[in-house]
């Protein structure tokens, strides 16, 4: 039997879209909460073996037993393997803070903790990735390929003259946006790959790329097209920052820095601020990836300049694998395509 309801009243749907989003919220809460229980459950667990371990000389065959007797207790439950005790145990020991667990450690998945666990032994740089985790989401393969290219390691290290041309709140985010080197493995082009290349492969794989690059990066395009005083211009990368409010110029290169970027780059942004710049946006930032730099040279270079630039090195593959060689175009067969191209304008 089809039922017939009446047409909807005025508000229905905002009021239908607000309880669909309360069910929602409320259905993650809810997994949170048990996650946080299993979490606290194995820390205390893994906290009785290790005092009892550490007081009495207990062996791993007392482990052993102890999880046969537990599985046989509660055969409903998974997760009692000798093995992950001893995880439990390890975790009690990486975390031997309660509240430390209540309040971070417990909001992450257990399979996030033991892969943090197994790769990270510094306790700061442990905690900086449960953050992470915690603020943008990250799945198990997410947070194991950010400690495998070493996030940690490498964000905020970008050359910048962000103190000097932002304010402090924005300075400091943009400056901890920005990481270097970069890394760019998921590309199939040899290591001395012209930069065209290396910029089609990047939007090619254009969801890896924006992960390397990091939370709160949209992608605008590519070769953007800027028209001033009737010339036209291409910007080689263009981003919009979602949580920097502002557009995000990334030139491409593929030797290692030289002054005269600064001032092409510089040129775009007064561009990108007078011609795309929202009253609401902030002032436009400005990113150079090359392949070295000498650090007195980008010092020099961003001395003076009143626009936000940031300059980056990024990493490709070291070496491909044989079968890949021979099915990656030749230089001459790029520089051909380049030719004929219309996009082959200013791409220096």
Same mark, same amino acid.
């Given at each position: #039997? +089809?039922?017939?309801?009446?047409?909807?009243?005025?508000?229905?749907?905002?009021?239908?879209?607000?309880?669909?989003?309360?069910?929602?919220?409320?259905?993650?809460?809810?997994?949170?909460?048990?996650?946080? $229980?299993?979490?606290?459950?194995?820390?205390?667990?893994?906290?009785?073996?290790?005092?009892? /371990?550490?007081?009495?000389?207990?062996?791993?065959?007392?482990?052993?037993?102890?999880?046969?007797?537990?599985?046989?207790?509660?055969?409903?439950?998974?997760?009692?393997?000798?093995?992950?005790?001893?995880?439990?145990?390890?975790?009690?020991?990486?975390?031997?803070? +309660?509240?430390?667990?209540?309040?971070?450690?417990?909001?992450?998945?257990?399979?996030?903790?033991?892969?943090? #666990?197994?790769?990270?032994?510094?306790?700061?740089?442990?905690?900086? !990735?449960?953050?992470?985790?915690?603020?943008?989401?990250?799945?198990?393969?997410?947070?194991? #390929? /950010?400690?495998?290219?070493?996030?940690?390691?490498?964000?905020?290290?970008? =050359?910048?003259?962000?103190?000097?041309?932002?304010?402090?709140?924005?300075?400091?985010?943009?400056?901890?946006?920005?990481? @270097?080197? !970069?890394?760019?493995?998921?590309?199939?082009?040899?290591? @001395?790959?012209?930069?065209?290349?290396?910029?089609?492969?990047?939007?090619?794989?254009?969801?890896?790329?924006?992960?390397?690059?990091?939370?709160?990066? =949209?992608?605008?395009?590519? /070769?953007?097209?800027?028209?001033?005083?009737?010339?036209?211009?291409?910007?080689?990368?263009?981003?919009?920052?979602?949580?920097?409010?502002?557009?995000?110029?990334?030139?491409?290169?593929?030797?290692?820095?030289?002054? $005269?970027?600064?001032?092409?780059?510089?040129?775009?942004?007064?561009?990108?601020?007078?011609?795309?710049?929202?009253? @609401?946006?902030?002032?436009?930032?400005?990113?150079?990836?090359?392949?070295?730099?000498?650090?007195?040279?980008?010092?020099? =270079?961003?001395?003076?300049? =009143?626009?936000?630039?940031?300059?980056?090195?990024? /990493?490709?593959?070291?070496?491909?694998?044989?079968?890949?060689?021979?099915?990656?175009?030749?230089?001459?067969?790029? $520089?051909?395509?380049?030719?004929?191209?219309?996009?082959?304008?200013?791409?220096?």
């Amino acid at each position: #039997m +089809v039922r017939n309801y009446p047409t909807k009243p005025e508000g229905y749907a905002e009021l239908l879209g607000e309880l669909k989003t309360r069910i929602r919220e409320a259905r993650v809460r809810a997994a949170l909460a048990v996650n946080s $229980e299993l979490v606290l459950l194995y820390w205390s667990i893994g906290r009785g073996i290790l005092t009892r /371990q550490e007081g009495r000389s207990w062996g791993a065959k007392v482990v052993d037993r102890l999880a046969a007797d537990l599985r046989k207790a509660f055969p409903e439950m998974k997760g009692l393997s000798s093995r992950n005790l001893l995880f439990m145990r390890n975790l009690a020991q990486a975390w031997p803070d +309660v509240e430390i667990v209540k309040q971070l450690v417990s909001q992450i998945p257990w399979g996030h903790n033991i892969r943090l #666990m197994q790769r990270v032994k510094d306790p700061s740089e442990r905690v900086w !990735y449960i953050r992470a985790c915690i603020e943008h989401g990250w799945s198990r393969n997410v947070l194991e #390929m /950010q400690i495998e290219t070493g996030l940690y390691r490498r964000r905020g290290g970008a =050359s910048s003259n962000f103190e000097r041309t932002l304010p402090a709140p924005q300075s400091d985010l943009a400056r901890e946006t920005l990481k @270097d080197p !970069y890394n760019f493995d998921f590309l199939a082009v040899a290591d @001395d790959a012209r930069e065209r290349a290396i910029e089609r492969g990047l939007v090619e794989h254009i969801r890896d790329f924006l992960l390397e690059l990091g939370q709160g990066f =949209s992608f605008v395009g590519n /070769q953007y097209r800027l028209e001033v005083g009737g010339e036209d211009f291409y910007i080689d990368l263009l981003f919009y920052h979602l949580k920097l409010r502002c557009y995000v110029v990334l030139e491409l290169k593929a030797g290692g820095f030289k002054p $005269e970027y600064t001032g092409k780059l510089n040129f775009y942004l007064s561009a990108v601020d007078d011609l795309l710049r929202h009253p @609401d946006d902030q002032p436009s930032i400005g990113l150079i990836l090359c392949r070295g730099r000498n650090e007195t040279v980008v010092e020099y =270079s961003l001395r003076d300049l =009143s626009k936000p630039l940031g300059i980056s090195e990024y /990493q490709l593959t070291e070496a491909l694998p044989e079968k890949l060689r021979g099915a990656l175009p030749s230089v001459e067969e790029i $520089e051909a395509e380049l030719e004929e191209s219309p996009e082959g304008k200013d791409s220096d």
